[in-house]
């Protein structure tokens, strides 16, 4: 079995910073694509960034600029950075990891955390 833990969501007033991280383990063999989700009230769950296992990133439009997808590799981690919130930021952030287990035939699953909240205040 493969865990992420998403920590880091916070209550932060419009134009602050929060980091979010997200550490994956278990049975890892290793990690592909690695990304940042959210799921406002009443909205479906949309990506918000992602960066494969060669560092390559790709943001939606709304956190270019604000939002800054990295990676440890070593830690089997994400962090998401982000900058200038707003209160449409609002939303619970999911980690999502496209794992190699170490089970064998070796499949490659996705896998998603539980989430955690953010809200911008206004």
């Known amino acids: 079995q493969v865990q992420l833990v998403e920590s880091g969501g916070d209550l932060v007033q419009a134009g602050g910073s929060l980091r979010l991280s997200c550490a994956a383990s278990?049975?890892?063999?290793?990690?592909?694509?690695m990304g940042w989700y959210r799921q406002a009230p009443g909205k479906q769950r949309e990506l918000v960034a992602a960066?494969?296992?060669?560092?390559?990133?790709n943001y939606e439009d709304s956190v270019k600029g604000r939002f800054t997808i990295s990676r440890d590799n070593a830690r089997n981690t994400v962090y998401l950075g982000m900058n200038s919130l707003k209160p449409e930021d609002t939303a619970v952030y999911y980690c999502n990891a496209l794992v190699q287990t170490t089970k064998v035939p070796f499949r490659f699953i996705t896998y998603w955390g539980s989430g955690t909240p953010v809200t911008v205040s206004s």
């Open positions: 960066i494969s296992s060669e560092d390559s990133t």
């Open positions: 278990g049975d890892i063999l290793s990690i592909n694509t």
